[in-house]
């Protein structure tokens, strides 16, 4: 099965070759391979008017009013008001290029957000899994501050997790989520002070400090469950999506890490 970009590439190169063919009058007819053709051509229409409304702007009438190829042809002929190929054919490549280009950016964004976070099967709960799955799908929905939401929701569940394993102390849900990391970094020896660290190493952490204090500051100011004081784009919410899974990710790593060091105090 062709992508959305298989998809209009050939679509173009179909029109560009019907363009072709008719400026040379050599009509070629195989009839199975203009149903292919023109199928491909319909899928192509829905994925540029789709792509259109999400960009507010109007799809080229020979996507929009046409049906089929040779329709397609007609129309940007006669809208062209010229008999020069080569401007019908520059016309073409130019519509069907913003559109390929745009999925391409797409598809940057896509692999961005799709940062790799396993989940140990020591700390494994639902909550945790439920969270990141639901840091992906609030992306993909457009639901921004839905998406910063559930980034903190999953530092936070990764701290409690980590540190009922330490002890069987009640955590308080009044703590917020710089005090929770505090106290993980503490049990897992993350403290940017200790003079044992290497001086790269504390640039490192002290960096995740501030990232975990500006996922807190973000999603109490902007968050689903506030009222926001800016609109949350989709830029803002990847790169707070992405922070919280690699925070979690190395609070997962450096716990499996040390604890198969035996460099960890465990109270239980």
């Known amino acids: 099965m062709l992508s959305a970009i298989e998809k209009l590439e050939k679509a173009k190169a179909d029109i560009l070759a019907e363009i072709d063919l008719q400026s040379t009058s050599s009509f070629v007819g195989n009839e199975t391979s203009q149903e292919t053709d023109n199928k491909n051509f319909q899928d192509t229409r829905i994925i540029i008017n789709k792509l259109a409304k999400e960009r507010a702007m109007n799809a080229p009438s020979f996507i929009k009013d046409c049906r089929n190829i040779e329709e397609a042809v007609y129309n940007i002929q006669q809208e062209g008001g010229s008999i020069d190929e080569i401007l019908h054919k520059n016309y073409v490549s130019r519509c069907f290029n913003q559109y390929i280009d745009y999925l391409e950016e797409k598809q940057i964004d896509v692999q961005i957000v799709n ?16 969270s990141i799955s639901k840091c992906e799908s609030r992306i993909e929905t457009g639901d921004y501050s839905g998406a910063v939401t559930s980034a903190k929701t999953l530092v936070e569940g990764v701290c409690k997790e980590i540190l009922h394993k330490f002890s069987d102390e009640e955590i308080s849900n009044s703590i917020d989520l710089p005090a929770l990391f505090t106290k993980v970094r503490q049990n897992l020896n993350l403290d940017p002070k200790d003079p044992k660290l290497d001086k790269a190493l504390k640039d490192v952490l002290t960096g995740l400090i501030k990232v975990v204090n500006g996922i807190s500051e973000i999603r109490n100011s902007r968050g689903d469950s506030h009222i926001p004081k800016y609109k949350i784009d989709k830029h803002h919410a990847v790169v707070v999506v992405n922070s919280a899974k690699t925070v979690a990710d190395f609070l997962f790593k450096t716990y499996e890490y040390q604890l198969d060091r035996g460099t960890l105090v465990i109270e239980k």
């Open 115 to 130: 940062v790799e976070c396993p989940v140990p099967e020591v700390l494994t709960f639902e909550h945790i899994l439920e």
